[in-house]
């Protein structure tokens, strides 16, 4: 039986291609493609009267996670076209960051910064289709504006863990049923998720929303180690100084959403 057609999750184009999640020329620094991967998915639930953390699962899949593709952008308007454009225009500040290397980064190069990583999240997130929370509308914004949306807020860390091959990936949906948007849609849908990449000695964690202001994110008050590149806030940032983060930090960084969305609660409850 024919396999049926797929079509872009970016355009909507057919004539889909294999794409890898992280750019295949940080093999070379990254290394070591054999290796497992963990990936961690929640799944969260938020009610105004209660909390629950509806799924957890630590999954080890076989070869590293920079080496993954997936088969869901076609392949001349996009994985050969704005999405390679993108991935060159911004090597040439990803590329160091990932080595550990200090840099003084500016508004333009956070801008691109944060563009090329937010594109990693949204391929990312269909490795966790069933609770993706980044909407069609998100990824045509990237798209078509070269940036991400602004429901989008994006930082970065300097990541001193052990291992400096390491290349994981986090990701948390939280579904918000209560919600009259989410009750006129889908209750079952995820509506708020965030993402944690390392790539070596790079950190970048993404948090996006359906619906803009549904959720206080106030994750830069707990957590050290991680500056802020989207909104951008800073204008020549030195990135290396101002967010080193070991690996309890990261961790505490990718497992965020649930501990603050409980305590939003019992807030709104008072």
């Not at 990312?124 to 069933?130: F, I, K």
């Not at 980044?134 to 914004?141: F, L, N, Y």
């Not at 030195?238 to 990261?250: H, I, P």
């Amino acid at each position: 039986m024919a396999q049926a057609q797929g079509f872009c999750v970016f355009c909507g184009r057919p004539g889909l291609t294999k794409q890898h999640i992280v750019p295949d020329r940080l093999s070379a620094i990254l290394g070591r493609p054999d290796v497992v991967s963990p990936q961690l998915k929640l799944r969260s639930e938020s009610q105004p009267e209660r909390f629950d953390v509806v799924d957890d699962d630590l999954i080890i899949k076989q070869g590293a996670f920079h080496i993954k593709k997936l088969r869901i952008v076609c392949g001349e308007h996009c994985n050969s076209g704005w999405m390679r454009a993108l991935e060159e225009r911004a090597s040439s500040v990803f590329e160091p960051l990932v080595r550990g290397q200090s840099l003084y980064l500016s508004a333009d190069q956070q801008h691109l910064l944060a563009a090329w990583a937010s594109q990693i999240a949204m391929v990312a997130e269909y490795t966790d289709p069933e609770y993706a929370a980044i909407s069609q509308a998100d990824r045509t914004h990237l798209m078509i504006n070269g940036e991400p949306p602004p429901n989008w807020r994006i930082w970065l860390g300097h990541f001193l863990g052990k291992d400096k091959n390491d290349s994981s990936y986090n990701h948390h949906g939280l579904i918000q049923p209560y919600l009259d948007w989410t009750i006129k849609n889908d209750k079952n849908l995820a509506t708020v998720q965030t993402s944690t990449i390392t790539l070596s000695r790079l950190v970048f964690h993404c948090f996006s929303e359906r619906r803009r202001g549904s959720f206080r994110y106030n994750v830069e008050e707990k957590c050290r180690g991680i500056i802020p590149i989207w909104p951008i806030k800073t204008e020549n940032l030195n990135w290396k100084k101002a967010g080193s983060m070991n690996e309890a930090d990261r961790n505490w960084l990718s497992m965020s959403l649930p501990g603050l969305a409980h305590a939003q609660n019992k807030e709104s409850r008072r």
